[in-house]
């Protein structure tokens, strides 16, 4: 035996020798030294673990986060690619990125429609076509309204240079005139315009005038009706988008002033007051009647006036007029002579028209209805539909074009005017669910007037297709067998009435023609009827680089332009929102049905 096995032996020996209480002593040692070398490795391995976890969080979110970011920037791509996602179709989502980079290359969010996403259950490829068409769509609106917008700075900047705080701009001979008291009519008839363009810095220029500048106590004759149309509409439409209190004294002031022209005895109006003296009297033309459209268009601005002053004096004198029309005979139910006598408020004759001289007090009758909720007004509107329908209507040969007669001496005439073109918006309006809830007007009589109105506006519309300049002229005649009609009166004064109709057809419709309509004319006001400083009326509409009118009307910029844009703009102004005037002020709606029925409508 080696000597190293043999110290081995030894020392196994020796340690069997040892005390049981010592070796217990240290094995008791040993077993603690191992438990706490356990224990270090625990809690050595928990940390690592934590650490791990920790880091592969921060990885996670760290990558969501970059993919929100590279989302973002690429949403353009990512709204187009939605569709195609949808349908799995390469090829198609190519064509969608190409067509859009065509059109424009600025990457542009375009939403995608919650009518579109939701209708998951279709086939794929029509969701493509109608994504695509809503986008395409969206682009042509938004490009419409920033030319419309365009055109209104045009008109705008050639008034501000040549005739600011004038009434109006003469864009031929580029100066002034003032044919509506010198007050500046198209600044107080153009700034709701301005506001709903965005147009800010011109609005404050405006906001500065009427502040330093305009004045009521003028030695001057003015109209009762286009100054409250005008100005008083103007200057309350401003105010209600602003709330403004500025605009709502202004406009109280200016309707105390007009006060005087109201005949003591009947309570109807003269058509002419002195702003200064208070005298008043009627036109030269007409001196011992006063015109059912004057007498018949003051209710909105005055009632409105009289809800936001509550001080019902305004409303009262206003409403006495409807009121004693109301009462009096009529030769056709519904239907009112275009004068009154101002001695004794009695309508003269049996000229009816819903022209010049009669138009707008047809539309006052419904509008007050939706605005107040005038139950006199909407019985009053329901018999005039029953009255147009009955006596009005007629059809133009070889084409059957549906048009809007009138009595001129006890005989029905063709006479057709441009202002006629407004009764299609009436018409559509009047036959809205939410306009007659709880009315019971059975259901057949509002379809029957909503086509209607589609037909008369395509009448309207033919006025304008079949002209040389593609503009519609101020009258016309249905007395031509073979071609329908027959221009009257070939002028054109940049008048809005087909606009403003295509405008409430679309809204109520949807129907995309209307659309295309309106640009067709604006497109056509461009290239005719554009100068150097603004816009210009027509002589002749039947003469393609004829002769400018040298005039702009203040309206052009408060109804010509404000309707177009908002043909373009869906959502601005809902119809069960705001009433507006016929000037095209819009005026929020005080009192809406109980049950808060609403416009199904664009």
Known sequence: MDSSLRQRKTNISLLSEEPNNERDQNLNDNNKNLNHTTTTTKATTSKSNLTFKLFFFFLFFLTIFLLAIYLFQQRSYFSFSFSSFLNNNEKNNQQIYTEEKEEDTKETYIPISSSIIENNNEKNNEINNLLLKEMKEWKDDEKRRNAIRNAFLHAWKGYEKVAFGHDEVRPVTNDSRDNFGGLGATIVDSMDTMLLMDLKDEYLKCREYIVNDLNFDKDQWVSVFETNIRYIGGLLSVYELTKDNLFLEKARD??????????????????????????????????????????????????????????????????????????????????????????????????????????????????????????????????????????????????????????INGHLSAKFDHLVCFAPGMLALGSTEWVNKGMNINQEELNEELQLAKDIALTCYETYKRQATGIGPEIVNFNNETNDFNNQHSIYILRPELIESLFILYRITGDLKYKEWGWNIFLNLEKHCKTSVAYAGLKNVNVANGEKDNAMESFFLSETLKYLYLLFTDNLLPLDKYVFTTEAHPLDIEFIHEDNTRCKCR
């Open 254 to 407: 200016l309707a105390n002033k007009l006060i005087p022209a109201f005949h003591n005895e009947t309570g109807f109006p003269y058509t002419e007051v002195n702003l200064k003296t208070g005298n008043f009297r009627n036109a030269q033309w007409h001196k011992k009647a006063t015109i059912l459209s004057e007498v018949g268009s003051l209710q909105l601005e005055w009632k409105y006036l009289s809800k936001k002053l509550n001080n019902y004096k305004y409303f009262n004198l206003t409403d006495n007029i409807i009121k004693q029309l109301d009462e009096q005979e009529k030769k056709y139910i519904g239907l009112y002579s275009v004068f009154i006598a101002s001695i004794n408020g009695k309508l003269i004759g049996d000229h009816i028209t819903l022209g010049a001289l009669g138009d707008s007090f047809y539309e006052y009758l419904l509008k007050q209805w939706i605005l107040f909720k005038d139950k006199r007004s909407f019985k009053m509107y329901r018999e005039f539909m029953k009255g147009l329908k009955s006596y009005l209507i007629a059809k133009s040969k070889p084409n059957h074009l549906v048009y809007i007669s009138e009595f």
